[in-house]
T-cell receptor, first 109, second 115 residues
Framework: RKEVEQDPGPFNVPEGATVAFNCTYS??????FFWYRQDCRKEPKLLMS???SGNEDGRFTAQLNRASQYISLLIRDSKLSDSATYLC??????????FGTGTRLLVSP | DAMVIQNPRYQVTQFGKPVTLSCSQT?????MYWYQQKSSQAPKLLFH???????NEADTPDNFQSRRPNTSFCFLDIRSPGLGDAAMYLC??????????????FGDGTRLSIL
């Protein structure tokens, strides 16, 4: 079983749609969680950290369910510029991040 | 302004010819990481430095080495590149790896091609 699992997609949605991604992790001792965005042939960029209480940043909402070991990302009012791969990232301790393979989002006009 | 800078952006080398990729940072972060990312795959951690302490991943081939001569610079050396080493190589930093909520900041990456 992979340490971090994501549906690779692609998720094809129209502009303005709401879309949600889930991610599961296997290590119950994982300590912190992030969503990164990666555009084609570019480096990953931090989108947001994920806190136990859930957190929101504009159109983006992240939630963490430790009991079920999953993390979610909700994007409201999708824009064309949201098209990218979204990487679920888990810090398992010891200065190490474990990346999921990413979920690809395509937003169309 | 770029804070984690990788050079070159694109590197072409011959099969078996040693190659060095460089990374520099202006963030004064303690931890520097090297990842390998192949197409449609997750970034794979090769090794990291916590200050001067080198930490190799168990499955990183011996063909890959790293040097960190000072806080700002870190190098990835591939001693004898094979065709399977063609990938994007990403350098990242984090301020203090002991606190787990620190995100990592990535450079633009170096795309390595092997002829």
């Amino acid at each position: 079983r992979k340490e971090v699992e994501q549906d690779p997609g692609p998720f094809n949605v129209p502009e303005g749609a709401t879309v949600a991604f889930n991610c599961t992790y296997s290590n119950s001792a994982s300590q912190s969680f992030f969503w990164y965005r990666q555009d084609c042939r570019k480096e990953p960029k931090l989108l947001m950290s994920v806190y136990s209480s859930g957190n929101e940043d504009g159109r983006f909402t992240a939630q963490l369910n430790r009991a079920s070991q999953y993390i979610s990302l909700l994007i409201r009012d999708s824009k064309l510029s949201d098209s990218a791969t979204y990487l679920c990232v888990v810090n398992t301790g010891f200065q190490k991040l474990v990346f999921g393979t990413g979920t690809r989002l395509l937003v169309s006009p | 302004d770029a804070m984690v800078i990788q050079n070159p952006r694109y590197q072409v080398t011959q099969f078996g010819k040693p190659v060095t990729l460089s990374c520099s940072q202006t963030l004064n972060h303690n931890v520097m990481y090297w990842y390998q990312q192949k197409s449609s795959q997750a970034p794979k951690l090769l090794f990291h430095y916590y200050d001067k302490d080198f930490n190799n991943e168990a499955d990183t081939p011996d063909n890959f080495q790293s040097r960190r001569p000072n806080t700002s610079f870190c190098f990835l050396d591939i001693r004898s590149p094979g065709l399977g080493d063609a990938a994007m190589y990403l350098c990242a930093t984090s301020r203090d790896g002991r606190t787990t909520d620190q995100p990592q900041h990535f450079g633009d990456g170096t795309r390595l091609s092997i002829l």
